[in-house]
């Protein structure tokens, strides 16, 4: 059975049959099932569905043929819920879902996203077999909330359907709103309908202390009832510490069987604050400031689309969030997964939570639709600690009215609809003021209305950050209008950038490149800029269209090179509460034997205060010189301030520029007096000078370098594709083949005075991608999902280094000698191509950037040489068999990871 785990662990009756797993199915294309009464129980379904998959998805195993669809299977109540009142549930089903037991109708729901029920009491048969008939009408409609469902539909049934018993008056929904100022919590009852007679409510809270029981009677007539429960000392729920104080309820009264559910809630609170010393409003946890980083989430998979294959993997998604240092996700455009919000509760990661969008426009049904939501929505979720904030709509999507401007079409955000949108942002103030709730997270020219955000999406490549924030920061005060509608204004809402990443910062970017380097320009700028109160990257997981993703879309790993870059260092750097900053530009261009001042800002985004007044910035500076040798230059430690929440530029740090040509990384280490290490940073210098032509060696003997060019070769012969990037500072050769070039032997140089020679040289293997097949074009609408799922056809495409390997390997020949065969593990591209980056013209497209290839160091062969001394020059081939075709890329030094061209060292006698 999958999803086997109770849907709801709060809101979980004891008495509960869950029936996911295998359902007989039938399609129906012609809409005929209900005039040939297939809801009758006796029509046989040809095929099979796994149960909550949605059809289409891989994991159901039907494939989507049609718009409307009829499950059917055989339930049997157990005998011993006799005389007890039955209902089925339905976690979400999209769209219009009509159940039938045995031939009887038992109820119809219209929306896709939230649970429903229905009673099956008097049709019966406890202990004996009957027909359950579910079918689905899931035929577009432009007012209903499609949200991105183009990277796979919710299409039917897609969360747990199950059968429970319940009291005979029952609970339709128990809501906790926790007060930690005052050390209580008040519980709202909702029952289905208006008492029949007088009810009591009894609570037993399992607190840290003990458990604490209330009781609340229910007057006959009354359909809800609010009363306050005191909990003193009570533990409160934090992200460090998420924990959550279960209930069991009990509603009784209304017959002879009680209704029982266990549920849960966390004490803490949400609300809007100044960081300490500043007036700059942030959202706050506890009555604490948090610096939201937050990633977009758009709670896809691959096989299940909407539904997931287990709750372990639903776990894992809040891990994979935790792991990397984050501190919240923004489910982006769905209601998500009850279970997943449990963990979220459990393992303490904050959520913003989307109302799904339609794609039509704000017309009544659209407007009903979208506040029926809503309602649901809210009401189902009000229990998630997690949850702290509720986005209404997105980018306005569903929310322009199509018109005729001067003959041509135009999408009009219609002052109408402002005013519906800032009804919607009240709306769900009156149903939850507890939480932050935004009316649109806003981009691309239109603004806000009401809304307790102030928010914006921002796509921009990594050398745009400055310019953006130093101009954003200026109009972000009470009173602006900026980034507002008419006859709207900013208040003192907390500031976030609701959305950036370099998947859409390029020129038809879909992302699928190295994001860690423009990233880590990002948040460099971020920091420096308090104002903003905080981020959300686009995003968790790649997707069906954007590859902008921490992760792969089945969740493998990305690797970012930072930990080898800088030993110890990992994504949590870069999401550390003490930060140092270096600023947007994290490479340079210097001069050999100058000294470059690096500004160091300090970004601290915490409270504590046992770290006295001080801690110390270790510096380090090493990196690889002109034959990619590893060398270290300086190292020094500097002390700095520290006091809580403290925003500001430090004295810059001076650093000696060593005196070659090099690529030098000044890494960063933030530890207290303990020497305990809080957080890790780092920036390259490119040490422009000329590659030296000599070099001393230490055991007093003397090395000849002949460097030449890489893209230099003199003949390539290529069975998939050879080409150059940006002018010949790398060169490509696809599948199997081979670069020959022709190296002449300096006449200063007696080859007959030469103990040992080698070749060093960059090299990688090459993976042939859509794009450079001359097949870089995308079709399809981003917005819902379609296009391409071969992220290589993204013009701006290298993809980022991850467990899946292109491997190659190449023979090297130096005039006719076999120098051996050397294993290319890769075609890698991350962090570590620091040369491939700083190459990049800042044109808004990116060739290659990233991407980076291993150092060898081949001997060449004493035949060689006596065979160069009588032609005067080194026929160097580098060749890939068609055994392992996997290409070859070269490296100049000006590209990929080190700062050599392909280079003879001769070491003289």
């Known amino acids: 059975m999958p999803l086997p785990e109770h849907p709801r662990p709060d809101v979980e009756r004891a008495n509960w049959l869950n029936l996911n797993g295998l359902w007989s199915f039938r399609f129906d294309p012609n809409d005929q099932g209900l005039q040939q009464r297939w809801f009758s129980g006796t029509q046989q379904f040809p095929l099979s569905i796994n149960v909550p998959f949605p059809w289409g998805a891989p994991l159901s195993g039907v494939k989507d043929e049609a718009d409307i669809a009829w499950y059917q299977r055989t339930i049997t109540v157990p005998a011993n819920w006799k005389g007890q009142r039955v209902f089925l549930t339905i976690g979400a089903s999209d769209w219009l879902t009509t159940v039938w037991l045995d031939g009887q109708e038992l109820g119809k729901h219209q929306g896709g996203y939230t649970p429903f029920s229905f009673e099956l009491t008097r049709f019966l048969k406890p202990g004996q077999p009957q027909k359950l008939v579910v079918r689905v009408d899931d035929k577009r409609r432009d007012f209903t909330l499609y949200g991105k469902q183009g990277y796979g539909n919710a299409r039917g049934i897609w969360q747990t359907i199950y059968l429970e018993s319940r009291g005979d008056a029952y609970l339709d929904a128990l809501h906790f709103t926790p007060d930690i100022d005052k050390n209580k919590v008040r519980v709202t009852a909702y029952l289905p309908e208006a008492a029949q007679k007088d009810l009591r409510l009894n609570l037993r809270i399992n607190t840290n202390n003990g458990p604490i029981t209330a009781t609340q009677n229910i007057p006959k007539g009354r359909q809800q009832v609010a009363f306050e429960v005191a909990i003193p000392n009570a533990r409160r729920w934090t992200l460090d510490d998420p924990y959550l104080h279960t209930v069991e309820a009990r509603l009784s009264g209304g017959g002879t069987t009680d209704d029982v559910l266990n549920s849960y809630f966390g004490m803490r609170k949400i609300s809007v604050m100044d960081m300490p010393g500043t007036n700059i409003p942030y959202v706050a946890l506890n009555n604490e400031p948090v610096y939201l980083q937050l990633a977009l989430d758009q709670s896809y998979h691959p096989e299940g689309y909407y539904t997931f294959p287990s709750d372990a993997f639903m776990r894992n998604e809040i891990l994979l969030a935790r792991?990397?240092?984050?501190?919240?996700?923004?489910?982006?455009?769905?209601?998500?997964?009850?279970?997943?919000?449990?963990?979220?509760?459990?393992?303490?990661?904050?959520?913003?939570?989307?109302?799904?969008?339609s794609w039509g426009q704000p017309d009544e049904p659209m407007q009903k639709e979208s506040e029926y939501t809503l309602r649901e929505m809210i009401k189902r979720d009000y229990n998630h600690p997690a949850i702290f904030s509720w986005i209404t709509f997105n980018e306005t999507w569903g929310l322009t009215t199509k018109k005729k401007v001067n003959g041509k079409e135009v999408a009009e955000y219609t002052p109408e609809t402002q005013k519906w949108v800032a009804s919607v942002y009240r709306l769900a103030k009156s149903l939850d003021s507890t939480r932050i709730v935004e009316d649109n997270s806003v981009c691309c020219g239109r603004g806000h209305t009401e809304t307790d955000l102030n928010s914006w999406h921002e796509y921009l490549p990594g050398y745009g950050w400055e310019e953006h924030l130093a101009k954003l920061t200026k109009n972000l005060y009470p009173g602006s209008a900026a980034n507002f509608e008419k006859g709207y204004q900013q208040a003192r809402q907390p500031n976030i950038n609701s959305e950036f990443g370099n998947v859409w910062g390029y020129d038809g970017s879909t992302g699928d490149v190295d994001y860690t380097y423009d990233y880590h320009r990002a948040i460099n700028t971020f920091r420096k800029y308090p104002q903003v109160a905080g981020w959300l990257y686009t995003e968790h997981h790649d997707v069906i269209n954007e590859w902008n993703g921490y992760y792969r879309y089945d969740r493998t790993e990305k690797m970012t090179g930072l930990d080898e870059l800088v030993p110890g260092m990992s994504l949590r750097d870069f999401h550390a509460p003490l930060y140092i900053s270096t600023g947007q530009d994290i490479t340079r261009t210097v001069k050999p034997g100058t000294t470059a001042a690096v500004p160091l800002f300090a970004s601290f985004m915490t409270g504590r205060n046992d770290l006295g007044n001080s801690l110390v910035v270790s510096a380090k500076l090493y990196g690889w010189d002109a034959l990619g040798q590893e060398k270290t230059w300086w190292m020094s430690d500097k002390d700095i301030p520290y006091q809580p929440w403290m925003q500001r530029a430090l004295d810059s740090l001076r650093v000696p520029i060593p005196n070659e040509k090099s690529v030098a990384i000044l890494a960063l280490q933030l530890k207290d007096r303990s020497g305990t290490v809080h957080h890790r940073n780092f920036m390259t210098f490119v040490v422009d000078a000329p590659a030296p032509r000599e070099l001393a060696l230490a055991d007093g003997?003397?090395?000849?370098?002949?460097?030449?060019?890489?893209?230099?070769?003199?003949?390539?012969?290529?069975?998939?594709?050879?080409?150059?990037?940006?002018?010949?500072?790398?060169?490509?050769?696809?599948?199997?083949?081979?670069?020959?070039?022709?190296?002449?032997?300096?006449?200063?140089?007696?080859?007959?005075?030469?103990?040992?020679?080698?070749?060093?040289?960059?090299?990688?293997?090459?993976?042939?991608?859509?794009?450079?097949?001359?097949?870089?074009?995308?079709?399809?609408?981003?917005?819902?999902?379609?296009?391409?799922?071969?992220?290589?056809?993204?013009?701006?495409?290298?993809?980022?280094?991850?467990?899946?390997?292109?491997?190659?390997?190449?023979?090297?020949?130096?005039?006719?000698?076999?120098?051996?065969?050397?294993?290319?593990?890769?075609?890698?591209?991350?962090?570590?191509?620091?040369?491939?980056?700083?190459?990049?013209?800042?044109?808004?497209?990116?060739?290659?950037?990233?991407?980076?290839g291993y150092r060898l160091s081949v001997p060449i062969a004493a035949e060689a040489l006596r065979k160069a001394a009588q032609t005067g020059e080194l026929l160097i081939r580098l060749a890939v068999d068609d055994g392992l075709p996997g290409g070859l890329a070269l490296y100049g030094s000006d590209f990929g990871r080190y700062p050599i061209d392909p280079t003879v060292v001769l070491v003289l006698k």
Not at 327 to 347: E, F, V
Not at 746 to 763: G, K, Q
């Open 701 to 852: 003997r003397k090395a000849r370098l002949i460097q030449f060019p890489v893209a230099s070769f003199k003949d390539a012969n290529w069975s998939r594709k050879q080409w150059n990037v940006l002018d010949g500072k790398k060169v490509n050769g696809a599948g199997s083949g081979y670069f020959e070039y022709r190296v002449a032997v300096p006449r200063d140089i007696n080859l007959a005075n030469v103990a040992m020679a080698s070749l060093v040289m960059e090299a990688g293997a090459k993976q042939l991608f859509g794009k450079d097949m001359g097949d870089g074009k995308i079709e399809g609408d981003y917005m819902l999902g379609r296009g391409t799922a071969d992220p290589s056809r993204n013009p701006n495409a290298y993809p980022q280094t991850d467990e899946t390997r292109f491997p190659s390997a190449v023979t090297v020949w130096v005039n006719g000698e076999n120098s051996g065969r050397y294993d290319l593990p890769d075609d890698p591209g991350d962090h570590r191509g620091i040369l491939s980056w700083h190459a990049q013209p800042q044109n808004r497209k990116l060739n290659e950037a990233g991407s980076y």
């Open 323 to 357: 792991q990397i240092g984050l501190n919240g996700i923004r489910t982006h455009i769905k209601a998500d997964i009850p279970r997943k919000l449990y963990w979220a509760d459990k393992l303490g990661v904050l959520v913003m939570s989307d109302l799904p969008n």
